[in-house]
């Protein structure tokens, strides 16, 4: 049962089983009040027989107050042991619930955390797609991504020669920075789906844009002239068929937007390929 002190009103449980007769005197373990805590249970019985019946075995006043006293010294020490701690307020319950609530949401985060590594080492174009877009703000993650890519068996064996640039003037776009080149296998096995990376910089180093390209694909200059941006970007992003055997060769051709005056570097490498699986 539960029992509250009469003076600071703190609620204790009470093993049920130490509650005899009408009651029992307590002491609060908090104030030290000692009140006595009725008996709920408690039901009236038959008084007991006139003490003349009783005969040498009734007990004088002086013993009852004795009995009493003891009783009462009895069970306020085994209600000292046996009281348990203070009822838990709501406040913990609360704590608890949003416990659990942070708990469960650390738990949806790994899961989508793993989901997406997953994804970057099952499909290779979202990877790189994803470190693509993410290195312009992100130097470090950009170091790595380059560090990554450029000891990787399938991209140490290429090699790009005979880069070239020139402008084409759109009449839609302007000016615009077209870098042509020829990518070699100098490695054992054939390749595909290789991918070049141009990137423009200013004087500061900073990215001032990049574009990506699959080796096989080319555009003449009357198409670069007359084409929109986004028929350019289709032909010259999407994936080649074209296969680069060991010792063979493959054109390559990025277009970069010429609008920006404070363009100061173009730079160009390999940034990904696949092994041809024969």
């Given at each position: 049962m539960i029992i509250r002190c009469t003076k600071c009103e703190t609620s204790f449980r009470f093993e049920d089983q130490l509650m005899t007769g009408e009651g029992v005197w307590v002491r609060c373990s908090r104030c030290t009040q000692v009140f006595f805590q009725d008996n709920p249970d408690y039901v009236e019985?038959?008084?007991?027989?006139?003490?003349?019946?009783?005969?040498?075995?009734?007990?004088?006043?002086?013993?009852?107050?004795?009995?009493?006293?003891?009783?009462?010294?009895?069970?306020?020490?085994?209600?000292?042991?046996?009281?348990?701690?203070?009822?838990?307020?709501?406040?913990?319950?609360?704590?608890?619930?949003?416990?659990?609530?942070?708990?469960?949401?650390?738990?949806?985060l790994s899961a989508v955390v793993l989901l997406a590594g997953v994804s970057f080492w099952v499909f290779p174009e979202v990877r790189q797609q994803a470190m693509s877009f993410l290195a312009p703000y992100c130097p470090v993650l950009e170091a790595f991504s380059i560090g990554k890519k450029t000891t990787a068996p399938a991209t140490s064996q290429l090699l790009l020669q005979d880069i070239r640039q020139?402008?084409?003037?759109?009449?839609?776009?302007?000016?615009?920075?077209?870098?042509?080149?020829?990518?070699?296998?100098?490695g054992q096995y054939a390749l595909t789906r290789v991918q070049v990376r141009g990137r423009l910089y200013d004087t500061n180093g900073n990215v001032l844009g990049e574009k990506l390209s699959f080796c096989g694909n080319f555009l003449n200059d009357a198409e670069l002239s007359s084409m929109a941006e986004e028929d350019?970007?289709?032909?010259?992003?999407?994936?080649s068929d074209s296969s680069l055997r060991p010792g063979g060769q493959l054109p390559f051709m990025i277009v970069l937007p010429h609008d920006q005056p404070s363009v100061a570097k173009t730079t160009v490498m390999v940034a990904g390929a696949e092994k041809l699986l024969e």
């Open positions: 019985s038959v008084p007991p027989p006139p003490e003349a019946e009783l005969g040498e075995t009734a007990l004088r006043p002086t013993d009852v107050d004795e009995l009493e006293t003891i009783m009462i010294e009895a069970s306020v020490s085994e209600l000292q042991q046996v009281l348990s701690e203070p009822v838990v307020p709501e406040k913990a319950n609360k704590l608890a619930a949003i416990g659990k609530f942070i708990a469960y949401f650390f738990l949806v020139h402008f084409v003037n759109n009449w839609l776009l302007g000016n615009l920075w077209v870098v042509e080149g020829t990518t070699v296998n100098r350019i970007l289709q032909k010259l992003t999407q994936p």
